[in-house]
């Protein structure tokens, strides 16, 4: 049956039980920032398990665990500058941007950074999001106010993540999973990791079956750009996304448990929050602009009223 099998420092004698035993958990502990950012070593299980099953396991690359470092982010975008598509995305690291929509019925992206000008309430918006690999529409959820100027709050849609995943049945590599999870290992070194809103927000009810402890909750964990709809500036942005990594049975030729009772999971490592705010000091100038364009606009209104008088109109 399923049992939890604690490392210890001897980790071939662990491994030996644990693979007696039939499946479960190994559980190591280690520290938030170890397994963020410096990695832990795993290289004693490594050269166990390439020794014990080694027509099963894929080699590992690495004897450091390190989620958080391994993943692959781009490093440059080339925009439009014309005043019609300002801020559309032409390439991603010099590879030209190919229509992201693959017939999933997606406007053209910006990089987050920026959007177009001139956004109503039933504006649809998509960015690129590094963290998906894939183009995400956004939607009107109020009007607001940012440190006195007027805005639009835009959120992820509820159906974000199946736009982003519709073209997986047209990719060979990428596998279609149930609603609310995005396989991102063709764009994250082939590693075994899904993308998903965090605690599975707005996703298929079986991401939560066999896992406890989770809570979606729509203020907590949904994306949001607040946006000055002049200019289409972005003055806050929260962008939330899940990793986790898909665990299947381990099957070998030589064992068999009939017993078993863990299922495959998709399974929660951590979610991230990347935020941004419009800098203090570009507040006032920001206002100021927008005032002047205000001032522009009813003096052209004033003008055109007083022409048209002059003409009997």
Excluded at 36 to 62: A, C, M, V, W
Aim: glycine letters at 4%.
């Amino acid at each position: 049956g399923t049992f939890v099998q604690e490392a210890s420092s001897l980790p071939t004698l662990v491994l030996a039980k644990f693979t007696r035993n039939g499946e479960g958990y190994l559980r190591q502990n280690s520290t938030p920032r170890a397994l963020l950012t410096d990695g832990y070593n795993i290289s004693d299980y490594n050269s166990y398990l390439r020794k014990e099953f080694p027509f099963n396991l894929t080699e590992l690359q690495h004897d450091v665990f390190t989620p958080f470092n391994e993943l692959s982010y781009p490093k440059k975008f080339t925009v439009r500058s014309d005043p019609a598509t300002f801020g559309q995305i032409i390439s991603v690291d010099g590879e030209h941007f190919d229509d992201p929509s693959n017939g999933c019925n997606v406007v053209p992206p910006t990089d987050g950074s920026i959007f177009p000008s001139n956004i109503t309430k039933d504006t649809i918006l998509s960015f690129y999001s590094e963290d998906l690999c894939s183009v995400v529409p956004l939607v009107f959820k109020e009007a607001t106010t940012y440190k006195g100027i007027s805005a639009f709050k835009f959120v992820l849609a509820q159906d974000a993540l199946d736009i982003a995943a519709c073209d997986c049945s047209a990719n060979n590599d990428k596998s279609c999973l149930p609603s609310g999870a995005i396989d991102v290992k063709t764009c994250q070194q082939n590693l075994p990791y899904i993308a998903s809103l965090p605690h599975f927000l707005d996703a298929d009810p079986k991401y939560t079956q066999n896992v406890s402890g989770l809570f979606p909750n729509d203020t907590l964990h949904r994306s949001h750009f607040i946006i000055e709809p002049v200019t289409g500036s972005v003055l806050e942005s929260s962008l939330k996304f899940q990793l986790n990594v898909n665990l299947l049975k381990f099957k070998y030729e030589d064992i068999i448990w009939d017993d078993v009772s863990i299922q495959d999971t998709v399974f929660p490592l951590f979610w991230t929050e990347k935020k941004y705010n419009v800098a203090e000091g570009n507040v006032p100038e920001i206002r100021r602009y927008l005032e002047e364009m205000t001032g522009a606009t009813s003096i052209n209104q004033e003008d055109n009223a007083a022409r048209k008088f002059e003409h009997g109109l």
